[in-house]
């Protein structure tokens, strides 16, 4: 899978995509990561990828050049790339779209900065992305955020596949509270029931508290 990061703060990424996970992925030819300087495709002698809004108003707007000349670059590389738009105003992101973006070949990723962008750039997007009802900097950390969702989802990244069966959103549930030694700390105990040897009831068990962690989420959600 290729993931294309398009930013004018391509450093905020590298920490991040060269630790763990994300790493071992890049390392696997699992995925491969390129982070592409918007500033780069800015023709000025400032590398401006920002200016005035039309009509007036506070703050800046991303330019649309440097952005279409940066995508022109990704698309080169790769014809097929799908490719994001982070948006306040966009889809939320969840566990089911990082499985549809897992199976993509190629992905590209727009990050947004100042105030907005230039409204012509959505025209780029096959789709637009929002992490929430909130509004971040800029769309670095998002990106950062859906690329960890996605890449962990490709087969062959993690150690045990097994594990994302049981993952939170799976089956449309939390996931049940997990414990490990020790049995007793801070007289806070292990439930009983996961030291049976019961492989049944305990199945039942986390069945039921998945349940109750879900119904209690969906409240928070609500509320």
Request: net charge negative.
């Amino acid at each position: 899978m290729e993931i294309y990061i398009l930013s004018i703060f391509p450093g905020m990424f590298e920490s991040v995509f060269n630790e763990t996970i994300i790493k071992r992925a890049q390392e696997k030819d699992l995925v491969k990561i390129e982070l592409v300087n918007i500033r780069d495709f800015a023709t000025d002698k400032h590398k401006t990828t920002d200016d005035y809004p039309y009509g007036g108003g506070a703050g800046m707007v991303m330019k649309p050049e440097p952005i279409y000349r940066a995508m022109d670059y990704v698309k080169e590389k790769n014809p097929n790339v799908h490719v994001i738009l982070l948006s306040p105003g966009g889809l939320i992101f969840n566990q089911q779209k990082a499985k549809e973006l897992s199976k993509m070949e190629a992905t590209a990723i727009i990050c947004g900065r100042y105030e907005g962008f230039d409204e012509r750039i959505r025209f780029l997007a096959d789709e637009e992305i929002s992490l929430g009802k909130f509004v971040l900097s800029g769309g670095e950390i998002a990106a950062m955020a859906i690329v960890d969702a996605t890449v962990r989802l490709i087969p062959g990244v993690l150690g045990n596949e097994e594990s994302l069966k049981e993952e939170s959103f799976e089956n449309g549930l939390i996931e049940y509270p997990q414990y490990t030694r020790p049995r007793i700390f801070r007289g806070m105990a292990v439930p009983d029931i996961l030291l049976s040897g019961n492989h049944k009831k305990i199945k039942e068990w986390r069945e039921k508290k998945a349940k109750e962690k879900t119904i209690k989420w969906m409240g928070v959600e609500d509320g």
